[in-house]
C-alpha cells in the first residue's frame, strides 16, 4: 500500500476549496484545449519538444528499464519498486488473474461480430458484480481494486479473443508477467522471448498520457465519488472513439487497404487528404513534434520487420509519415507504430484498442487514486446559446 493513500473514506470526500477560476469569470475553451483543469504528481508532457514523463522518469528510460508491472507499481504509488515489493506485486497479480465463470459465460453470450473494446467495457462493469469491496471507497480498496483490474483485463480481453474465433478461452498459468500471460491466453501457446519483450515495452509506452479524454473521463466519474469500476468502465468508453483509443484500428486497416491493393501510400494519404479525410495515426492535441513513444515505437517496428523479412511493411509506413509531415506538417503518433509492431506480433486488428485498454488501465487508475486524495467534482460550464423566453403552447397547437 502506498504510503501517500493514508487517509479515509472522509479524506476522500473531503472537497478542497480551490477553484482555477476566479468566482464570477470563466474560461472558454473548445474541447477544453489549453485548460488547467486540475493538478497532477503523475505524468509531465512537454508537447513541444516531445518529452514524456512517468512521475519523474523519461519515457525513454522505463521503456528500456522497467517492465510493464514496474511501471504500474510507479504509477499508482509515485515510486519504483524494490525486489520485493516488485515481487510482492507480480504475486497479487497472479493470483487475481482468473475471472469469475459468469464473465466468461458473459463473454460466450457476446455476437461474435461485437466490437471487442465494447466487449471489454460490459465486461469491466460486470467484473464490479463479483468484487465484494467493488463500493468500499478506502484508498486501501481502491488500491487493491486497482490491481485487480490489472489483473483480469488481459484474461477478458483474451477470452473474448478466442471465444469470438469458437476456441476455448486458456486458463492464465498464474505465473508470468502481463505480458507473457496475455499473450498465452490469447494464442493458447507460451510466447517467444522478443514477442514477450516487445509486447511488454507497447504496454510501457501506452501506460499513461495525462489528462487525455478517457483519463479526464475516468477522473469526471471518480469526482462523483462513484466507484472505479465505473470509472474505468467510463474510461473504456471513451478510449474506443476513433480519434481516441481506437485510431489504432483505423491506421491497420488503412495499411492493410494499402498493402493488399499494391496502391502508392503517399498518393493513397494525399488523396484521403484531398477529400478533408482524417489520416489516422496522425496529429495530436498535445505534441506539436514527434510523440517521443512513437520515435520508440518505430524502431522497434524497424527491427520486427527485419527480422520477419518484412522490410517493405517498414518503408510503405515511412512513407506516409514523410507525406504526412511534407503535406500537412502532422507527425505520426503513438498509434501509427503501435499498430504496426501489434500486426507484426500476429495480433488480431480489432484487439489493438483492448490491449491500449489493458496497458492504460494502470494510467487510468493512478489517476483515479490520485483524484480521491483530494478530491474535487469536476463540473465545467457551458455557455447558453440557446432561445430564451419561449412559452409553452398548448399540444395541440405545436
Ligand atoms: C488527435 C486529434 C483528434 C487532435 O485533434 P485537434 O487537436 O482537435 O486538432 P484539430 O482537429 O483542430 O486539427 C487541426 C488541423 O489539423 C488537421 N488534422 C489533424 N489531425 C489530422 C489527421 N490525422 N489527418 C488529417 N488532418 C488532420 C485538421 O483537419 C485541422 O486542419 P485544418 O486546420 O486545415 O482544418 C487529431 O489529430 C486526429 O483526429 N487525429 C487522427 C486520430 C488519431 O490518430 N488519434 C489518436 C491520437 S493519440
Redesign the pocket.
Known sequence: MAEQRSGSTEAASNVRERPIVESGSAVKAR?LEGVIALESEICFIDGQAGVLVYRGYDIHDLAENTCFEETAYLLWNGRLPNHAELDDLNETLRRERPVPERIIDLLRAAPADASPTAVLRTATSALAHFDPEADDMSPESNYRKSVRLQAKIPTVIAAHGRLRKGQEPVAPLQEGSIAHEFLYMLNGEQPGRAAERTFDACLVLHAEHGLNASTFAGRVIGSTLSDIYSAVTGAIGALKG???GG?NIGVIRMLLEINKSGLDPAEHVKDK?SRKE????????VYKTLDPRAAILREMMEELSEERGERAWYDMTAKIVDTMEGE?G?YA???FFSASVYYMLGIDPDLYTPIFALSRTAGWTAHLLEQWTENRLIRPRAEYVGPRGLKVPHIQDR
Not at 482524417?278 to 492535441?285: A, S
Open positions: 474541447g476513433p480519434l481516441h485510431a487528404l482524417r489520416v489516422m495515426g496522425f496529429g495530436h492535441r500537412k502532422l503518433n503513438v498509434d
